[in-house]
């Protein structure tokens, strides 16, 4: 019986955890190259001034990646 139960409780535990992070997971795009476009700028007015961004190297380029908060609606899946 505490086997079954500690199983239930676990399983709940996980659910819950892997709800709760794919809310807060934030969207993703990929632009140009840094070296051709200012990429903070570029992030923030494409997509909102909550916006980071990164530069991450792509074979022999750096691409601009921008990280944002993804809209409330699940249309961009």
């Not at 139960?5 to 996980?14: A, D, G, P």
């Not at 007015?45 to 921008?66: A, E, H, M, Q, Y």
């Amino acid at each position: 019986m505490a086997k079954t139960t500690s199983s239930l409780v676990l399983s709940i535990i996980f659910l819950m955890m892997f709800s709760l992070v794919e809310e807060n997971m934030g969207c993703l795009a990929i632009l140009d190259d840094c070296d051709l476009i200012n990429c903070g700028a570029t992030c923030k007015s494409r997509f909102g001034p909550t916006t980071n961004s990164l530069c991450l190297p792509d074979g022999g380029i750096r691409r601009c990646v921008c990280v944002y908060p993804c809209p409330n609606d699940k249309t961009h899946i």
